[in-house]
């Protein structure tokens, strides 16, 4: 069900201090908090004594101390105290799990500690460069299943109907979408040429006229897209790769964590390459493009509803479903890699 060796976003870096903060992740009760120097840690959310969730316990400088029969932990999950008794037993401890803060998320490895690479975070520069304006919205908890969120990302032609008010344009089925597959990566393209800039677009770039409009989803499995949208006055060259005119550039990075096989957390992020500092920008994109992507929640939670009702319904495949079969299937072969005998040999 879940690719354990990879990266998830645990928690916004906003969320985490000296209050200890209960998530599930990948259906495992997982606590994360500070050390007193600001490291983040993320232990098992479980006291080895008596199961009370270590959430319920309290902070001590770099430590967490259970709150039913105080036994203390550090950050690398060892129990260093028991109250009361001098001698503290060998398994005395919980799982910890590898942490690290990237882009103002915190990242959690879910898998093999020994395999928590950095370098396999999303390389999502852009939200901390200074000539992008990087959009924070809380997370959102999602009742469905995370490639539920990934299919909807990858599938750019609901929004001529889920988003017709905002981002849509009922021009978008005009124009088909190419499916490419590299390595760990499946990418979605489509130009929409010479028609009308969407609502959103035209408030926040000043189009009036037409527009050359790209659509660039980019798939990183288990669960990382980036959607980039590029809207430029039409017939300057853009879907060329030519920058000239009028032009925006907007990106939506998505990370929806796997809580259960049936639950979400969404965490998503908007960066900006336009009106920089411009506070009702900031508004547009912190409220507007949230309502926008709370339309798809009504969506993928209904859709969740659905297939739990009528789980063996029949489906049928169209041609907009390529993109999101494709990163399907590298999931699946990644997941089924991962749990081998092979793989197991090799741990």
């Known amino acids: ?19 200890p903060l209960a998530r599930t992740i990948l259906s495992e009760p997982v606590v994360l908090y500070r050390t007193a120097g600001g490291a ?36 690398s999950g060892a129990c260093v105290e028991i109250p009361g008794q001098p001698s503290i037993p060998p398994q005395a401890r919980v799982r910890s799990y590898p942490v690290l803060e990237r882009y103002r998320w915190i990242w959690i490895w879910m898998g093999d500690p020994a395999r928590a690479d950095p370098d396999l975070v999303p390389s999502w520069w852009w939200a ?27 599938d750019v032609t609901h929004l001529a109907y889920v988003h017709a008010g905002s981002i849509g344009t009922a021009a978008i089925a005009e124009f088909p979408a190419a499916t490419e597959r590299e390595d760990r990566l499946v990418r979605l393209k489509r130009w929409i040429v010479d028609r009308p800039a969407p609502p959103m677009y035209q408030a926040a770039g000043g189009f009036s006229g037409n527009v050359d409009r790209g659509q660039i989803v980019e798939h990183v499995p288990p669960c990382f897209s980036v959607n980039f949208a590029i809207c430029q006055d039409t ?27 049936r639950t979400t957390h969404y965490f998503f992020g908007f960066v900006r390459n336009f009106k920089l500092g411009d506070a009702e920008t900031e508004t547009m994109f912190a409220e507007g493009m949230v309502r926008v992507f709370n339309e798809d929640v009504a969506v993928l939670e209904a859709q969740q509803r659905m297939l739990e009702t009528k789980p063996g319904a029949p489906k049928i ?9 494709a990163a399907r299937r590298m999931l699946a072969a990644m997941i089924a890699a991962e749990n081998s005998p092979a793989a197991a040999t090799a741990a």
Not at 236 to 260: N, Y
């Open 1 to 19: 069900m879940f690719l354990r060796n990879s990266w998830y976003v645990a928690a916004w870096d906003r969320e985490l201090g000296r209050t």
């Open 40 to 75: 983040p840690v993320a232990l098992e959310d479980r006291c080895c004594h008596r199961s009370l969730p270590l959430s319920m316990g309290r902070i001590e400088g770099d430590e967490l101390r259970c709150g039913y029969h105080g036994l203390k932990f550090d950050a």
């Open 128 to 154: 901390d460069h200074p000539e992008w304006a990087f959009t924070r919205p809380d997370m959102i908890h999602v009742k469905c299943n995370y490639q539920l969120v990934s299919d909807n990302v990858l």
């Open 235 to 261: 017939g300057s060259g853009a879907p060329q790769g030519v920058k000239r005119g009028r032009r925006i550039d907007l990106m939506a990075l998505s990370a929806p964590t796997p809580e259960t096989g």
């Open 317 to 325: 495949d169209i041609r907009v479903d390529a993109a999101p079969l």
